[in-house]
Each structure stands twice: as C-alpha cells, then as structure tokens.
C-alpha cells in the first residue's frame, strides 16, 4: 500500500508568504518550470493536491534521449528499439530511429524535484484564480485560491493538466470539449515488447497499447472520441494478453491547442493542450513547453524582462507550433477512417519500410527535440526572436 503523504487535518494549516512565482501542479510541466529556476534569487513555491510522484498522470513512456538529457536516466525501467503495431489483418515491427523508455513516475519525479534548487513544496487543492480586476492588491500581482487559502505572486504558472484551472472562463468540459480519453491497468509481469494495437473491436478511433516496464506492464486503450468509454476494451485488451486487470490509471487527455497564457497567468502541458494529437504523447512536450516557460519566468525574475515580455514570448514560442499540432490532429482524424485492409497494405509497404519510418519518426521527434533540453538559452525560434 503506498503511504499517504499528503497533509490532512490538522497538518492542513493556512499558506502565507510573499513569493516571486507561484507553480501549481508538480508533475511534469510544473516541475520542468521550477527546474529552469534554480540557481535564482526568485522565492518559488510549487503546489500540488498530492505529495510529488504520488499519483502516476500516465503509461510513462518517454523518448530516452529526454529522460537521459535531464538527467533522469536512473528512472529509466525499460527501452526499446522497435515498435510492434497490430491491426487486424497484419503485424509490423518498426525499427525506430530513436528509443523509447518506460520510466517510474515516482522515482523521476524525485529525481526532477532534487534539480529544482530551493523551491518550496505545499500541498494543497488549487481551486480557482481570483479575477484579475479583484485580485489587484498590487498591479502585478495574481490571487489563486486553494483550499489553504489565496497565494498571490507576480509570476503564476498553470501545470495542473487539462483542466486548466487558472483559466478565466473555465468553460472546457467533456465529452463537449477537445479531449480524448485512456485508461490502462497495470499488472505485474515482464515483456520485450513495445506494442500498440489500432483495432476497431477495441476502440473505434484510437489505439491499445502494452508497454513493459520492467517488472510491470502498462496495458491501455485511448479513444479519440470522447464519448466513447474504455474501461470495457482495456480490461478485454489485458485479458486477450493474459494479464490482470488490476491497478487502474487513466484521464482525459487534449488533443487540441489553447493559448499558452491569458490575461497574466502561463500555462504548460495538458493545460495549455501541449500532449500531441493522434499519439497522445504529453510528456516530453509537458517538459519541453515547461522548461521553455521556466526559461522566459527566469529572465523576468532576473531583472533581463518585463512579465508582458514573457508572456508573449511564451505565448509566440507556443503557437509557433501550431501547425505541427494541427497537422498530427488532421492524421487522427484521417487514420480511423482507412478501412482495415487498405491500412494494413500500407503498414506492410511502403508505411512501413525502413526509410519511411526514419524519415517520420525524425520529423516527429523534432516537433519537441532532446536538445531543448540542453539549451540553456530560451529557443531560438523565428517566433522569439521576432517578438523579443
Ligand atoms: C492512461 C494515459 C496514459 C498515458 N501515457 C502516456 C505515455 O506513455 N507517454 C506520454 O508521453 N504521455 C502519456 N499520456 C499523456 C500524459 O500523461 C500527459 O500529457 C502528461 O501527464 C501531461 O503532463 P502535465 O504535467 O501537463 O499534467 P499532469 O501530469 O496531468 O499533472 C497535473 C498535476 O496537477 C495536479 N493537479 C490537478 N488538479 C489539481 C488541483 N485542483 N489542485 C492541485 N493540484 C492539481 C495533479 O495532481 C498533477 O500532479 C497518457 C495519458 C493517459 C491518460
């Protein structure tokens, strides 16, 4: 049984303080911005409902290159090479021009904290933000209200996942809205394989997945339709795999971009509709779009911007990936409608032939790339430098 480490009662005393930024959410996003503000003067808190890696958000599956870029290798479970896909009428195995890593959310999530200096951790249920003409004690100054109480600071980050709590209008509900759903069991057990299975009898747009990570395997089904509910074909998807239907884990997941800030609060990740359609994968871009964040806050806390800078800095930076994004959702929605044959033939060739899938993989690595990471400088996009 995990320990509750989350405050409860008595424990649950008012916050109080005067800080510089104020991060809410401590999972990937959240913690990739708090990471970008360490080594600075700036007075950081990061909140959270539960205690940090408490709660896994995902089958956490990442590019290895992230996880090893960041250093947090250690987290590293299992990697894999290849890419098995099911459909119905044939199997593929793709030779990937990068790896993919299964890593444990609890030990990364450690591991990114231990990076982000001295900021300061609270638990608490972040609930609403105070409207900006009420919450104007000082011009600069933003109001969250949590259920310790309201924290004001000038720099406010929303990584609290697709919910987009901060929002002024917090009009955004399913299955009315631009999400897709997963869920996933998680069994003990061991596997080589990183499968994914695009199967009607499953789900009629989205995909299954099997992702091994080490002594655990992280079973799934996603559905881009919203409506369409996947708790019946994950639990069928694990039984035809001969695997429990145990330890259940599973959200809503964007699959549409929102702006990236609005009015004077930021957001990243879920939040800001950074998980890339047609994979759902959030991960890397939580990170890569939290440490472009973290990375415009650190030149405002450092005197070298105004926050109107960086939050059209931020804004831009996002934005100039819109295409990217649009072009992968435009795929979702195309891909269900092959019929199943005519998507097996293209799977078999040319789909699937060693130069198409290097060729694709590489353009879709590079719609968030390991060595942003490593940047230390915000990115040199076009829509920085002409906005700077
Ligand atoms: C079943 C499933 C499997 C997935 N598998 C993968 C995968 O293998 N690889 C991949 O790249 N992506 C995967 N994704 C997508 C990925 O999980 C998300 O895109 C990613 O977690 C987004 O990171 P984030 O930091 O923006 O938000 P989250 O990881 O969702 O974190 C949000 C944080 O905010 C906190 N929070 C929420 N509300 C409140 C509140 N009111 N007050 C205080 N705190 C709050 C939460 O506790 C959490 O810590 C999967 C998604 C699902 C649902």
């Given at each position: 049984m995990p320990v509750r480490a989350t405050k409860r009662g008595e424990e649950r005393t008012p916050l109080a303080g005067d800080y510089d930024v104020l991060i809410c959410g401590a999972s990937f996003a959240g913690l990739a911005v708090a990471r970008e503000l360490a080594g600075s003067d700036a007075r950081v808190l990061v909140v959270d409902?539960?205690?940090?890696?408490?709660r896994q958000t995902s089958?956490?599956?990442?590019p290895t290159e992230w996880l090893e870029n960041l250093g947090l290798a250690e987290s590293i479970r299992q990697t894999f090479q290849d890419l098995v896909v099911h459909t119905p009428h044939t199997t593929v195995r793709m030779e990937l021009p990068w790896t993919f890593s299964t890593f444990d959310y609890r030990e990364l999530c450690r591991l990114l904290w231990a990076q982000c200096g001295d900021a300061e951790f609270e638990t608490a249920k972040v609930e609403r933000r105070q409207p900006p003409v009420i919450s104007r004690q000082s011009r600069n100054s933003v109001t969250v209200v949590t259920d310790r109480g309201d924290i004001a600071a000038p720099l406010v980050v929303d990584a609290l996942g697709w919910r987009r709590i901060l929002a002024i209008d917090a009009g955004f509900q399913p299955p009315d809205a631009p999400l897709s759903r997963g869920l996933e069991v998680h069994p003990w057990g061991a596997s080589d394989e990183l499968e994914i299975w695009i199967d009607r009898d499953y789900v009629p747009a989205g995909y299954g997945w099997s992702f091994p990570a080490r002594d655990e395997v992280r079973v799934g089904v996603g559905s881009f339709d919203p409506r369409h509910r996947v708790k019946e074909p994950t639990v069928r998807l694990a039984g035809d795999l001969e695997r429990q239907a145990v330890r259940y884990q599973g959200n809503w997941i964007p699959h549409q971009l929102r702006p990236a800030t609005e009015s004077d609060v930021f957001f990243a990740g879920d939040s800001a509709g950074h998980c890339l359609p047609l994979t759902a994968e959030g991960i890397r871009t939580a990170l890569y779009f939290g440490i472009a964040c973290g990375r415009e806050l650190r030149r405002v806390v450092e005197g070298r911007a105004t926050r109107d800078t960086a939050l059209r800095r931020y804004s831009a930076f996002s934005a100039d990936h819109r295409w990217q994004f649009k072009w992968m959702l435009r795929t979702q929605k195309t891909v269900p409608r092959v019929p199943p044959r005519l998507l097996a033939a293209a799977l078999r060739f040319p789909l699937s032939s060693d130069a198409f899938v290097r060729w694709s993989f590489t353009h879709y690595l590079n719609i968030a790339h390991p060595s942003f990471a490593l940047a230390s400088t915000p990115a040199s996009t076009s829509a920085l430098r002409s906005v700077a």
């Open positions: 409902r539960y205690e940090i890696g408490e089958a956490c599956a990442a």
